[in-house]
């Protein structure tokens, strides 16, 4: 964890836990160690810190490539442990890269939507999603649904409101051989549209 991580990760717990009321449901699921994807609805910029801080040791994001352009986020998202890569097309080479690094038993975090939440709602994965999963669900792809984010800071504000925050946390997504196997763009629009709904599926209160 370097120290820019490290410092983040320490006061970001404090502000979520004690600014916005953070109730984690379902936190003993959580898989804290060993190779895994998590997928997540987008509903704000905090989604990220957000997940981050609920994990012991740190996890690395997939991130829209287009955040890198501007010279100052291509030096402070590596620090976040944030990856590029087109989640619209993505290539081999980012591909690859995100296949190393879950091979050597890292972490990570993707957004199927692709982008925040226009309205708060739970909308449709990007095409590519499903192609990502098909290539890299050897290991537990968990779900976990963001709730109140949107209201604390919703796209198009600058404006941060101290909403209560809830995330759920939920068992791992059962991919069957065939379909993780089958090709096709009807193949990756039905694992997009699998990992959507075991999100929404998720409880925001507790039962």
Known sequence: MNPVYFLGHALLRGIFGSFFQLRIIGYDKLIQSGACI?????ESFI?????GQMF????????????????????VLPLCYALPIDQDRPDPGS???????LRSGGRIVIFPEGSRSPDGEIH???????????KLATVPVQPLRIEGAFESL??????????????TVGDPIHFSEEELRAKGRQA???????????IRALPTEIE
């Open 38 to 42: 998590y997928v997540a609805n987008h």
């Open 47 to 51: 989604d990220p810190p957000l997940l």
């Open 56 to 75: 012991e040791s740190p996890v690395h994001f997939l991130a829209r490539k287009t955040l890198f352009d501007p010279p100052v986020m291509k030096q």
């Open 95 to 101: 591909l690859l890269r995100v296949m190393r690094l």
């Open 124 to 134: 449709e994965a990007m095409p590519g999603i499903g192609l990502i999963i098909g």
């Open 154 to 167: 919703p796209i198009h504000s600058k404006r941060l409101r101290f909403h209560p925050l809830t995330v």
């Open 188 to 198: 990756q629009l039905h694992l997009g549209q699998k990992i959507m709904d075991a």
